[in-house]
């Protein structure tokens, strides 16, 4: 996740549409070329122009990039520090009835505070003007209409100018301006234009927020050239993917569309052993337990939980982009193999490590190494094993024993006394995506060395990362 | 509990003038309504036709196409109320007329706006009866949301000075729209309504857009006018952010037959009653006021396009521009009218007089808040165009430097007159 100084880092994010319309004759490849770089050519200058504007979402401040960050209310100059917007922000939790002062203050996060900005157009200015005209143009051509969604990133720090950062904000506009020009010119094809679409990925520091644009409707596989190159670009190991599309940052205030929680264990203090070391997975994970997305498998469906949060992983890191499974779809699969009759699909049966390993076979390409202990007491000894796990896979474990199913998220384990806690996330749990309950009650918790069953058998699926990008 | 019409004197002086000429005249009666109460400004006389039928049966298209006409005329805030009518008829004896009339003027309005009224505004239209013989004015109103609905009594009471301390919000905007002309059709209909369709997405981005009053976004729910400056005339100056709609057609390319667009800028100005006025109703007239001025615009152009009969492939029309003229009473309330680039003054004092019975002379006339248009020579038609280009393009503008001086000095005064208001 993010690990930002708290403190002192803003990012600031700018979206909006841009209407990109022109007449195009589509029988003139070089001419429509022209054309359209002509037209992204306006939108340039419409962005620096003095019309531009950019409203602080959920404020009354708007500001003017080209006039010297000239902003209303004027209470906020342009040398001002950019955490002076924070203020105007009015979050939900607010209470907003009866206040007449438009100041409040907003409550900060523990990560990196984002500020949202809304990109407008002003259309009135001091007349007078002249009157407007009609033009009538009659030829036989196309006509191209679309909307490029604008999405731009600046980090600051809490102290930079608003000017500054307005400056900088603007420079990233017109940049990918010309981004999603090289994009639309690249992939046309005759009457086709494909519109651009904006992605933002987080790379490891220094680098930090990085903005791609991609051609919208082309699949991840088709771009594994682009994807190349970017690696290059930014000095990134080859055998893993940063840009897939999957691979997205994820805003901090932003919810996610599905509903699931991610990565619950980041909230919790981790153990402290003399000499202990935290191993952790690596990347997000989605939370599946009992009773979700309407499918009551209270009792027997614990294991399809913990292998749908294995394949959540893979999915938000890159590796696939086949959506989680449901029981059925992850059954159907263990007949597709032959592991099971047809009447297995719609059952209530369980399924244990080794059909886990077989589902993530087949359905997503994923091999995984199965570890078996002949009791739970042996699972003491296994902590360099799981702490090579997770620092080298660093994808999430399924274990299962007895009539038991859970998911290993980590390891708290000191290689000088062989202590060891295991940070568990538990797919028995039935109720709603609370994120203080869950970690409140141990849904996902670090446990000890007690917490399996000492003299039952387990088997452990460990799904290993394709070395792709 | 009937509504209350606040009416200007000089609309008792013009309806007893009227009572002198023969025969029953109807005509329109132009205000501004709120929650609470009505304010009537103006009546004007439905002008006679020239095969008007003597006699005393009400005109009913005569009278809508009037009320259609005057409707352009008037800017933000004010709208026709009603009708009048008199004549020496027994009340009893017009009301199912009257009430005919005033369904039949609010239906052709409302078909040409381009906006829809609001859940919680006024939909009651006034009917004042004069008899002549008796001078005994009667006052109903109906509710024309309702075809069922039937007439209920209001109150009419004259005052003075109405409308001396309304306030007044204006902004000059830009107007860049650019439609595709269907591949397969290219009559002159198809392009009224691409035009039509375009003007409605238009529309939508000017009334979702953000308003600014003197610099401020203000709360929806504050007042306008704050504290004493109650009785003081107050003027405004509104700024509007838009933006682009996003939207994700799944044919980027279509197949076109040419394209239309309509670059240029307009003057736009609403009034509001002085009767504690919201900043929200100050951005709802304005922005009406926005939409509904090039969208006349454009329709009278249409107009006179189908009448002239020319269809040239490619060519380009100037709009006519906004010309001003206040209204004789006490206050900043205007109406307006537009003047075709191949028309004089001349003709805008005949269609002031014709249209709204107003005597005005040239020096009446304010002609500062738009340029006309001019066609230039250079404008090249494959040029692609951007909704909301930058306004300071130089081609179509020949008095820039005049457009310049004229800037600094009208920004001097809302200076000052921001200055006066804060002292």
Redesign the interface.
Known sequence: MVVVDSDSEIILRVK?????????D?SDAQLMQK??S??FE??R??VK?E?C?L?VCDS?V?IWPNRGALA???EITPNAPCEDLQQWIQTDDQDSAGKRS?KKKSKRSSSASVINL??????????????????????????????L?MDCVVCTSCGDAIKDACERLLEALTHQLCDMEKVTLQHMRG?????PEVLHFLLPEPKGLVTVVYPAGVSDSQLEAQRKELHQQFELPDDRPYFRRANAYHFPNEPYKDGYLRNPHVVLTHPTLDNGKVYLVQGIYSYHHYMQDRMDDNGWGCAYRSLQTICSWFQQQGYVERSVPTHKEIQQALVDVGDKQTSFVGSCQWIGSIEVQAVLNQLLGITSKIMFVSQGSELASKGRELANHFLTEGTPIMIGGGVLAHTILGVTWSETTGQIRYLILDPHYTGAEDLQLITDKGWCGWKGPDFWDQTAYYNLCLPQKPKVI | MGRGYIVEDTVERYLSKLCEQAGPVTGLLIGQSSAQRDFVVMAIRTPQSEESTAGNSVDKELVSEHARQVSRMLPGGLSVLGVFIITDTDVKDTLTTLRQLVFAVENLISSERLWNPADDEVTDSVMLHVNTKTRKTVCRTFDVKDPKSTAKPADWKYQSGVCSSWATVSCCLNVNLLVPLPHDKTSAENMAECLKEGLKVWAHQIESGVCLIDGKKLPEDSELIAGQRRNVRQMFTAQLLITSKDQRLPDVVQLCGGSVSVRGAIHSRAFLHSNKPKAKLAEKLLKRDVVSTVASRVQMLLEEENQSGDKQQTEQLCLPRRVFCPVKVNGPVCVCDYQFSDEGLAEVIDRLKEMLDIDAAEEDLDTRQEMTAEVTESSDTAEPAVELAEASEPKKNNYIGVAMATAVALLATAASMLYLSDA
């Open positions: 909006g549409p841009l209407e990109l319309k022109c007449q195009l589509t054309v359209i002509r037209t306006s939108l200058s419409q122009s019309s504007v409203a009354p708007f209303t209310p004027e438009a809304g990109l407008m157009m002003e259309v009135t200015q001091p007349g007078p003007l002249s009157a407007p005209i009609l033009s009538k143009t009659v030829q036989k051509s196309h006509f191209l209409t679309t909307t969604p009457p086709t234009v494909l519109v």
